[in-house]
Structures are given as structure tokens and as C-alpha cells.
């Protein structure tokens, strides 16, 4: 279950409260005050056998009882009655349950989630605090206070911190659309609450608190889809070291279960902060500047201290200070006095009027540069703040998302802080907090525009899957956990990495000198043994070998040394490969891990010997495109190092993104996949050269598409078909179709795509293009029919795109023909292609709107078994098609 009947839980028209008493420090008589207090306009029940009426209202011994079918159940009862009570709720019709009762054990919550099962009964909790949804005057919990109507809706895996929240909100004079405590959120969890909010007309942003997450897949689809329409801020518990896990190679020692949090986030395209105060601050900032692209700040104060605090704060924060333009100086000069800062911070000089403030900001909002201002005041014996206030209010609010504001101090200012508040300015307490803001609000920016960038295309083969699995069942046939070192760099070969050549020799100097003829030059000998992972650590490596004598003398003291120090290590024998030449080349590390959350994840960083010293990595959840493989990048420090310094020339950044795809790729064809570390990967102008590798498999298959948190392009839906003489493939769309598909739309004729988009044609921007392309393949589903040999390079011929409800019950169609392709059979194979996808998801009715006048597009649509009729919901011009799938 998803997001059925979640209206019931946050919109109910009536509520029964089981457990209702008159007993004081009862949870039940603290719910039901909660609820007549809080005006809630619809039906109450309490039910209490013992009690014939509760605060004058009738009580009722049980659900038989009940004079209506409450939409909305709030449990206060001992924990055995719960199971039993849900199934009577359920068969009675009610679909949502507040389950307040704490010390369920695991059988009893069995019991109760079959009971409401086959009645679809939501079920919130148990152990949780409630629910309140101030705009309907519900306060079904038991919080110490109600809340104010509002625009955030606050989601806590914490009942006592969603009660501080609250009495903290309250005192700031902050509302809100909803408060969910999940509690232990045995049915309706985050990635239902997000589904459900995305869509609710009273909510502007979303704060979540979060301690863990149950299901990750459903949690990664609904977060994007929510972040897609409106602010989702997170704030997770856990972000110290204790939460680390030990393990064997570098990655998994180097990916921390935080990192690994704050990938998923960044890939939601959420913004994550790191306290209760800046979950308020960034929801504050984001309902009211989120339109603003500024990357740039310009601060205007009435004092020097003010701004060097702004500076300081914005140095700290990589906020960038604006620059005035000449124009902009010229402004300034004329209103100003001689004495001002000329400069980011304006100071405007602390005798400033009220009129001072007013022409500095006219010539502000006049200025391009000018595009996010902060304005900062700290109170003065010569002119009045709130005088200051009523003056400068007015103007900036007619210029929504453009002021924040910081009045320093307390009391003094207190009424000039009320005025811009009432007045709808976003006001911060210091200039700190005011730049912190701007910072939050950089990086969600950054993090929406991951989800839309568009990647080009990887320049890796199709890898050699044969061969690659000929290696893992060999491994594993053998009971080996840890594949030698020619056999990860076989595997990385057989996926396109490219790989120092290496011999594996048996381990006698003899074999080791005779494999350093064979390759010529210098060489690099190493030891292999299935106990030493980090082979240079226990003096298992030597570089720039030259001779007979130096590689034997070399084995003979590798030998020695391991035999003494290491009398545990079986040792196997010797590698032997050239030792590389590559002077520019910088090391790096690229590897792979399992989370124990969100599956298998990526590493990328400074990669060598002293690689977890040095700790400069990022973390990434696949799968990766070029664009996603950069971003990872560029979380680096040594970003910068690979886009040149001092005469060196920069690395072929697309090479090391396409060795970042090649081993996600790996993650998802070989669900054997544990551990993967490439250290060092070198890159330089010349591409990328895995030197060293080491691969951990498992035999319980911890990787694989099943386990990623993000469902990856479904290769298996691929079909090579021929269509009137013409070879097409038909394949879900990938990100990087953006150009091909915008080509499609400009050789699609104005009426077609009016029927298509039921308005005039207009050329589409990048974010509504890429809306269309990187879509969420756990949800949606857009099948490309793409001609292989298309000569006038517009390969996309048509598409048909199908969106499914969170519940999978009803999915939406859309479809578009090119318009010289028109009445060809092309139609009537996209639609086919996507009922036959429909339903081997499982979905029950494929459903859509079509205007009345797209003739062809009706009798084809009757043609496929769908039935046609008006909606009452939509214009007369239009009807809905619609065509079951399977039974419900």
C-alpha cells in the first residue's frame, strides 16, 4: 500500500477516538481534548465502555456501536486490542487508523497489518505521537499544544522532537498544513507521506526528520517525485562516525553510512541540513526565494561590523559577494554620503533616515547585480527601526523573493521584525544565519539542477558479460571471496576500464625474471596471496624493476619479508606488468560497496597509498550518466588537480566519468558485486589506467538491479523490430535523448502536438524537456521507437509514455507520432507495446484524456478494447479513455 486512503488520514470528515477517557495523565484523555479543542469541524466519537458520555459528548462501547463509519480511527488501547479492532474498523469501512498505543510485539504487529490489509485500512504508527492538520482543526494526538495553519508540512520519525517543534514553531509564530509522527511506522511510512504531500493544495514545502530508512527504492522515487514540485528539507539523524562499519577494502572503510545518506539526498534532489533551527531556517528561505537564481549576494547595513560579520560568514560559506557595476556606484554616490563603504557591504552609515533606506534600495532593485539582497540593521538612538521598517516594507514586498533581512538585537527591534514579517519578508536573527540561509538555498539549487542536467552519452562498448561471468562463476566455484589481480583487471577489462597488462606468474624468482624479459623495460612485481589485500602495506609491491637480477633479488626479499611477517599468507605467486609511463597522471580511486540501507553505491576520490589518510571522496548511488559521473567528481578536492595546475595539462575528465559508468554498470549486471576498489586509477590528457584492483564476491548476490535504490535504464525492454522496411529499436528513453526528442517535437506539425498537449504549440525549455527524458523508470515509462539508419539524423519517430499511480492501479498514457508518419501502424505499436508493459507491471486500468476532435486517435483507442466517455471532471472538449487491464 502507498497513498491510498492518506486522505482519510490527514482530511478526515470524521474521527472515533478508542480508549477516550476522563482520566487525568491518560494518553486517550489528552487525544480527545486535543480534538474538540482543536475546532475540528466533522463527526466525533469517543468510545469507552466504561463512560456513557465523555465532556457532554455520547460515548459508545464499541465499533457496533459507532453511529458512523469514522473515516479516521485514533487507537489509545492496550496493545492486544488492537488487531481485533482494526479488522472490525475495517469490515465497518473505515480506511485510516492512528495507532497511538506503544509496546506492540512483533506478532501483534503481524496480526494487525493482515487484519487491515484486505480492507486497504491505513495504518499510522504504532508508538507515534498522531497527527495534526491545522487547516481542517485536526489535532488527533498528543501533543502539549495545537498548531497554526500553515504552509510546511513536518514529518518526524520522532514523536518528542516533533512536540518540541511544535512548542518552538508556536513561540516563532510558524504554521503548518500537516504534523505526522510516524512512530514505528509499521504501514504508512515516508515514501507515502511524500507521494501525498507532493500533491496536497495546503502544503509548500516538506520537512522531514529522519532516524532510518525502511525502503529505500519506494523512499528514492517518491522523494524525486516530490522535490520535482515543491522544497523537501531533511534533517537525518546520525551523522557520527559510530554508525561506520569496518571492512576489508578501501571503500567500504571509506563509505560511511552518512555519506552514503547525503548521496541518496543529493540525488532526490532534497536539501539536507544539519539542525532542528535550519530546517525552519531553509523552509523559511525556500518558500520565499526559491525563485531566485542569484548566485551572488549583495548586503546593505547601516553599520561596518554588520558587514565585516557578513563577510566573514560568506568567506566561511563559498557565498560569493556581489560586485557593484559602474552604473549601480553611480546610484549610490548620488544618495549616499561621501562616506560610505563603496563597496559589498553597502554601508550606509548608522545615522541613516528612513528615507536613506528607501532610495538605497530603489537604486538596488534597479540593479542586475543586485539580484539577492540582504538587508542588515542593528538599532541606533537616531532614527526609530520600526520607522525604518514601515518605510522599507512596502517596496520590498512588492518585490517578492528578492530582500532577506536581518534586524539585529531584541526587544529595540522587536516591532520593525514584526513589520517585515507581517509584510511577508523572510527575517533571519543574525547575519550569519541570514548568509547560512543564502548557502542552504545555493545548494538546493545546485541539487535541483542535477535533476534536470542533461549527460551526453557514455563512449563505452557494451561490455563482455560472457566473459565476465565466466570469471565470477569461476571464482566462486573455486570458494574464492577475493578475485586475484588478473582477474579484477580481466573483469574491468571485460566492462571497458582500461588495465595495465599483467602477467601472473607462479611464486619463484625464476618465473618472476623470466615473465620481466618477456615484457621488457622496467617492471612492477607484486605478490599475490588471498590474505594480503593491500599488497603495499605489507611490502608486497616494487616499482621500476630493471634487469634479471633486480627483479630476482626483488621476489627472493618479497618472499623472505612475507614468510617472516606474514607466515599465515599463502602465497600464490607474482604479477608481473610494465611499469607505466604516464608523468602527468594523478591518482585516483574509483570503487564500489553495498550499503546496508541503499545498496550498492559508488566511490570516487584522491586515490594512493595514503588514501584514507588523506579522506578527499565522494559518494554517488548508481546508476551514473556523464552528467551524474561529474557531479561526483566535482564534490572533490582533487577536481581541481585533474583540471590542470602549473603546466599540466587537464585529464580527459569523459574517461574517468566512463569509469565510473563502466564499474556501476558492473554493479548492476553482476549481482555478485560486493566490494570493488580501482586504486590507483590514473588520468591524465591521455584518458584513464587502472594499475591496481581488488574485487570482493559474495555468493548471496548483494548487488544487481534488485538492490539499487534507483531503478536503472531497463535494458530488457529493448526490441529490435523492422516497420514498413524500415529497422527500429524500441527502448525506454534515456536522459540523453534530450536533442532527439526536442528534434521530434520541432518535426511534429502545430496540430498534432496541440492534440498531444491540449494547448497552442511553444518551443519547450530545457527543464520541461528534461522532465520528459529522465524520468523515474519505477514509476514511468516512455517506449522511443528510434530508426537505426535514419539519414536525416531525427531517429526518434514516435513515443508513447505511461505514468502509474503510487499504487500502481491506474496508469496515464500519452502518445506522439511524428506528423509525416501519421496513419501508419506506428500508432497502434507504441500503444501496443505499452498495454503489454502495463500489464506485466501489474497495473489494474490504463487511462486517458483526449480531445474530442483527434478522430484517429478515438478509433484506434476503440480498436484496442478501450471504452470512451465524458468526464464530469474535465472540459466538454475532451473525453476519458479507458481500458482494464487485469480484475482489481
Avoid at 529505500?216 to 517525485?225: E, G, H, L, Q
Avoid at 561526483?632 to 587537464?650: C, E, K, S
Avoid at 580501482?678 to 591524465?684: V, Y
Amino acid at each position: 500500500m502507498t497513498q491510498r486512503h492518506l486522505d482519510r488520514l490527514l482530511h478526515p470528515q470524521s474521527v472515533a477516538v478508542f480508549g477516550a477517557s476522563d482520566k487525568p495523565a491518560r494518553v486517550g484523555t489528552t487525544v480527545w481534548r486535543n480534538l474538540v479543542a482543536g475546532g475540528f469541524k466533522g463527526q466525533l466519537a469517543p468510545v469507552n465502555p466504561r463512560l456513557a458520555e465523555l465532556d457532554g459528548v455520547r460515548c459508545h462501547r464499541d465499533v457496533a456501536a459507532l453511529p458512523f463509519t469514522p473515516d479516521l480511527a485514533v487507537l489509545c488501547t492496550p496493545p492486544h486490542t488492537v488487531a481485533a479492532l482494526v479488522d472490525e474498523l475495517g469490515r465497518r469501512g473505515t480506511r485510516a487508523a492512528v495507532i497511538v498505543t506503544a509496546g506492540l510485539t512483533p506478532q501483534q504487529k503481524q496480526a494487525t497489518l493482515a487484519a487491515a490489509r484486505p480492507h486497504l485500512l491505513r495504518l499510522l504508527g504504532p508508538n507515534c505521537i498522531g497527527v495534526l492538520s491545522p487547516h481542517a482543526g485536526l489535532n488527533a494526538s498528543f501533543t502539549q499544544a495545537n498548531a497554526l495553519p500553515g504552509e510546511l508540512a513536518l514529518v518526524s520519525q520522532s514523536g518528542a522532537l516533533l512536540t518540541a517543534l511544535l512548542d518552538w514553531a508556536n513561540t516563532e509564530r510558524i504554521g503548518f498544513s500537516h504534523l505526522v509522527s510516524l512512530g514505528e511506522h509499521m504501514d504508512v511510512d515516508f515514501g507515502d507521506l511524500l507521494d501525498h504531500l507532493a500533491m496536497d493544495r495546503h502544503t509548500r514545502a516538506i520537512l522531514l526528520y529522519i532516524e532510518s530508512i525502511t525502503a529505500p527504492r519506494k523512499f528514492m522515487s517518491a522523494a524525486r517525485a516530490a522535490a520535482r514540485v515543491k522544497p523537501v528539507i531533511v534533517v537525518k539523524a546520525g551523522r557520527a562516525a559510530a554508525g561506520m562499519k569496518a571492512a576489508a577494502s578501501h571503500t567500504g572503510a571509506m563509505a560511511g553510512e552518512d555519506m552514503v545518506f547525503d548521496a541518496a539526498i543529493r540525488r532526490a534532489g532534497m536539501l539536507r541540513v544539519d539542525t532542528l533551527k535550519e530546517l525552519f531556517i531553509a523552509a523559511q528561505t525556500l518558500a520565499r526565494f526559491r525563485d531566485n537564481r542569484s548566485a551572488e549576494l549583495m548586503v546593505m547595513t547601516n553599520g561596518g561590523g554588520a558587514g565585516v560579520m557578513v563577510a566573514d560568514a560568506a568567506s566561511a560559506l563559498g557565498v560569493k559577494l556581489a560586485r557593484p557595476g559602474d552604473a549601480l556606484m553611480r546610484r549610490l554616490n548620488a544618495v549616499l554620503p561621501a562616506t560610505w563603504s563603496h563597496g559589498n557591504p553597502i554601508d550606509i552609515i548608522g545615522d541613516a533616515p528612513a528615507q536613506r533606506y528607501v532610495d538605497t534600495l530603489t537604486a538596488l532593485f534597479d540593479a542586475p547585480e543586485a539580484g539577492a539582497i540582504l538587508f542588515a540593521h542593528a538599532p541606533t538612538a537616531i532614527v526609530s527601526s520600526r520607522e525604518i521598517a514601515e518605510a522599507c516594507a512596502a517596496p520590498i514586498a512588492a518585490r517578492p523573493g528578492r530582500v532577506m533581512s536581518c534586524w539585529m538585537g531584541g526587544d529595540t527591534v522587536a516591532p520593525a521584525r514584526r513589520c517585515f514579517e507581517d509584510a511577508g519578508i523572510a527575517d533571519y536573527q543574525t547575519p550569519e544565519e541570514a548568509v547560512r540561509a543564502f548557502a542552504l538555498m545555493q545548494t538546493y539549487r545546485r541539487n535541483q539542477a542535477a535533476l534536470r542536467q542533461t549527460p551526453t552519452a557514455s563512449a563505452n562498448a557494451e561490455p563482455d558479460l560472457a566473459g565476465a561471468r565466466r570469471i565470477v562463476d569461476a571464482a566462486l566455484a573455486a570458494g574464492r571471496e577475493w578475485l586475484d589481480e588478473v582477474d579484477a583487471k580481466a573483469l574491468l577489462a571485460a566492462f571497458a576500464v582500461p588495465v595495465a597488462a599483467t602477467q601472473r606468474v607462479p611464486p619463484t624468482p625464476g618465473a618472476a625474471v623470466a615473465a620481466a624479459r618477456e615484457v621488457g623495460g622496467p617492471v612492477v612485481l607484486k605478490i599475490v596471496s588471498p590474505e594480503i589485500l593491500h599488497k603495499s602495506d605489507a611490502g608486497g609491491v616494487r616499482l621500476g624493476l630493471q634487469g634479471d637480477e633486480a627483479v630476482r633479488q626483488a621476489a627472493q626479499e618479497m618472499l623472505d619479508q612475507l614468510q617472516g611477517q606474514r607466515p599465515d599468507a599463502r602465497i600464490e605467486g607474482f604479477t608481473v606488468q610494465a611499469m607505466a609511463q604516464r608523468p602527468h597522471a594523478q591518482e585516483l580511486i574509483v570503487g564500489a560497496h553495498v550499503d546496508a540501507i541503499f545498496g550498492p553505491v559508488l566511490l570516487f576520490g584522491q586515490g594512493g597509498t595514503a588514501v584514507e589518510v588523506v579522506g578527499d571522496r565522494a559518494i554517488a548511488l548508481p546508476p551514473l550518466n556523464r552528467a551524474l559521473a561529474r557531479d561526483l567528481i566535482d564534490r572533490t578536492r582533487v577536481a581541481r588537480l585533474l583540471a590542470g595546475y602549473r603546466g599540466r595539462p587537464p585529464a580527459q575528465l569523459d574517461a574517468v566519468c566512463d569509469a565510473l559508468i563502466a564499474v556501476a554498470r558492473m554493479l548492476a549486471d553482476l549481482p555478485e558485486l560486493a566490494e570493488l576498489d580501482i586504486n590507483p586509477l590514473w588520468a591524465d590528457e591521455h584518458g584513464v589506467l587502472a594499475l591496481d584492483a581488488r574485487v570482493r564476491l559474495s555468493a548471496a548476490r548483494p548487488s544487481g538491479v534488485a538492490h539499487f535504490a534507483v531503478r536503472p535504464y531497463p535494458s530488457e525492454l529493448e526490441r529490435h523490430l523492422v516497420w514498413r522496411g524500415r529497422r527500429l529499436l524500441l527502448r525506454p528513453i534515456r536522459p540523453e535523448d534530450e536533442a532527439q526528442h526536442r528534434a521530434l517535437l520541432d518535426a511534429s506539425d502545430p496540430g498534432d502536438l496541440r492534440m498531444r498537449f491540449f494547448q497552442a504549440p511553444r518551443r519547450m525549455t530545457h527543464d520541461e524537456l528534461a522532465r520528459l527524458t529522465q524520468i523515474d523508470y519505477e514509476r514511468e515509462m516512455a517506449l522511443v521507437a528510434v530508426d537505426e539508419h535514419d539519414p536525416t539524423g531525427v531517429s526518434t519517430l514516435g513515443v508513447a509514455r505511461l505514468v502509474r499511480d503510487p499504487d500502481n492501479v491506474e496508469a496515464e498514457f500519452a502518445i506522439l507520432v511524428r506528423s509525416d508518419l501519421k496513419r501508419l501502424g506506428l500508432g497502434r505499436l507504441l500503444m501496443q507495446a505499452l498495454l503489454d508493459y502495463a500489464a506485466g507491471c501489474g497495473t489494474q486500468r490504463i487511462i486517458g484524456y483526449v480531445l474530442r476532435e483527434n478522430l484517429a486517435m478515438l478509433a484506434l483507442l476503440r480498436q484496442l478494447g478501450f471504452d470512451i466517455r465524458p468526464d464530469e471532471h474535465q472540459p466538454s472538449e475532451i473525453v476519458r479513455v479507458s481500458r482494464e487491464l487485469r480484475p482489481a
